[in-house]
């Protein structure tokens, strides 16, 4: 499983300069609104009972809360970051915080499920030109090397963190405020960061003409949102209803038509020889493995713990307390590990270490050591979950050319949102259909840790001679 090594002279120091104020202040606005993007993707679901009920919204309906925002969250991405990268990344970004805002508001002071859901909707939209534009004015803004190393591992900690914070402040915020403060918390994040971008942040995009794809903006928009309608759906519902088998095969279509739609146009949406790049694909799919797989972890352990432990929600929120520490150190410590072992092989062992530690959970019982185990293994597998996740950017990221750093962190961050989407409603649904619940958390675990160790096998022979980095 072993890859290229780095050859010493393309090997950056271990010491990594100190970034100048405006650099550091540019740093956090744009980590700022990433964080705030990933707390909104699980803030909310501890507090779906309590919303359902005070907007009269029934248990099927429910689902909407999160698809509302998942659907244009992940299937706008890329379409978004080639916007940028012709017309304007600041430009967009500041118009993709300006609806963010707002949406949340409006989500905050919903009268009724139409309204909340719009709300949602525009939410999503406003992550989905954030995320990208925000990735992008990061890599171009901080050179390749140490201090692109360090951008991205901040960033990458945050974006985790956020996730992880989320689903532990929505019980929180829920239980002392109700569920409305979880939407008025990113509606305060937001007005926070908006006024302090403008001022900061530096406009960048492509010095050619710029040129729309529209047939592969479609088709790619299209299949994106068919693709994540029905995995959304199949984790509540399963994947025998209709309309999910339906609009899963007209998303597998319309992704075939766009890479032919792409391989004839002039100037595609997407570059399909960026695809071919080793350091592309198979960084995306150490990405798309490390997010899909840890997010099945936090939500399968997250319903162990309440309903085999029989632990409170504050509680349970300590044992994610503890993993969130632990990430925040893994972030400060992977620009060194990157800077002594290159990114590739970062992405490799961190997967590795992940997937070895989820292995660990396999022997989770009844009885209360067992809170011990939970803690300390999924805390350091998401160490070196974050390890691939800064890893798997810095991959994919590297050697791109600045007028296309939209595309590459679009194609980053799509594979991002994908991630957190198809790992619940594939293998979380082992563990809440299985005749016991902790039978069913021991497979889930199983099959999990299995998937990851296989891919860091395939990423490593993958990225075996890539270009080193």
């Not at 990933?38 to 501890?46: H, K, T």
């Not at 967009?92 to 139409?114: H, I, Y």
């Not at 992704?255 to 198979?282: D, K």
Request: proline share 5%; charged share 10%.
């Amino acid at each position: 499983m072993a890859i290229d090594t780095p050859t010493p002279t393309a090997t950056p120091p271990l010491d990594t300069p100190k970034l100048p104020t405006r650099d550091r202040l540019v740093l956090f606005v744009l980590c700022a609104a990433q964080f705030m993007v990933a707390l909104d993707f699980s803030v909310l679901n501890v507090a779906l009972p309590v919303l359902g009920a005070d907007l009269g919204m029934s248990q099927s309906a429910l689902q909407w809360a999160i698809t509302a925002f998942a659907l244009p969250s992940g299937g706008f991405l890329l379409l978004f970051g080639r916007i940028g990268d012709l017309f304007g990344r600041r430009k967009l970004f500041l118009t993709g915080l300006a609806l963010f805002a707002a949406a949340s508001v409006l989500a905050t002071f919903a009268w009724d499920p139409a309204s909340f859901l719009a709300g949602r909707a525009l939410q999503g939209l406003g992550a989905a030109v954030i995320v990208p534009t925000g990735m992008s004015l990061l890599t171009t803004t901080f050179a390749e090397g140490p201090a692109r190393d360090r951008a991205l591992g901040i960033s990458g900690t945050l974006m985790s963190l956020g996730f992880t914070i989320g689903m532990v402040a929505g019980g929180i915020l829920t239980d002392a405020l109700g569920w409305r403060s979880t939407m008025g918390l990113l509606a305060v994040f937001a007005l926070i960061v908006l006024p302090l971008a403008p001022g900061l942040l530096p406009e960048s995009r492509t010095p050619e003409r710029p040129h729309l794809d529209v047939p592969g903006a479609i088709t790619v928009t299209g299949g994106l949102l068919s693709l994540i309608y029905a995995l959304t759906t199949a984790a509540d519902h399963g994947f025998a209803r209709a309309d999910v088998i339906v609009t899963l095969i007209v998303g597998l279509a319309l992704l075939a038509a766009f890479v032919i739609v792409e391989s004839r146009t002039a100037a595609p949406l997407v570059s399909l020889p960026m695809l071919r790049r080793r350091t592309v694909a198979w960084g995306n799919v150490g990405g798309l493995v490390t997010f899909s797989m840890m997010s099945t972890v936090i939500f399968v352990l997250t319903l162990y713990l309440q309903e085999i432990l029989r632990l409170s929600a504050w509680e349970t929120g300590l044992v994610f307390g503890v993993q969130g520490v632990v990430s925040v150190v893994a972030g400060a410590l992977t620009p060194r590990f990157v800077s002594r072992l290159g990114a590739r092989r970062t992405l490799v062992y961190s997967l590795t270490g992940q997937g070895a530690f989820i292995s660990a959970l396999v022997f989770l019982d009844t009885g209360t050591w067992s809170v011990w185990l939970a803690t300390a293994a999924v805390s350091v597998a998401s160490m070196f979950h974050l390890g691939a996740i800064i890893s798997y950017g810095l991959t994919v990221t590297s050697g791109v050319p600045d007028e296309e750093q939209g595309l590459a962190t679009g194609l980053v961050t799509s594979t991002q949102q994908i991630g957190l989407t198809v790992g619940i409603p594939l293998l979380g649904v082992l563990a809440t259909t299985a005749d016991d619940l902790l039978s069913g958390t021991r497979t889930a675990m199983a099959l999990n840790a299995a998937i990851v160790l296989t891919a860091a096998a395939l990423v490593a022979l993958g990225l075996r001679g890539a270009a080193r980095r």
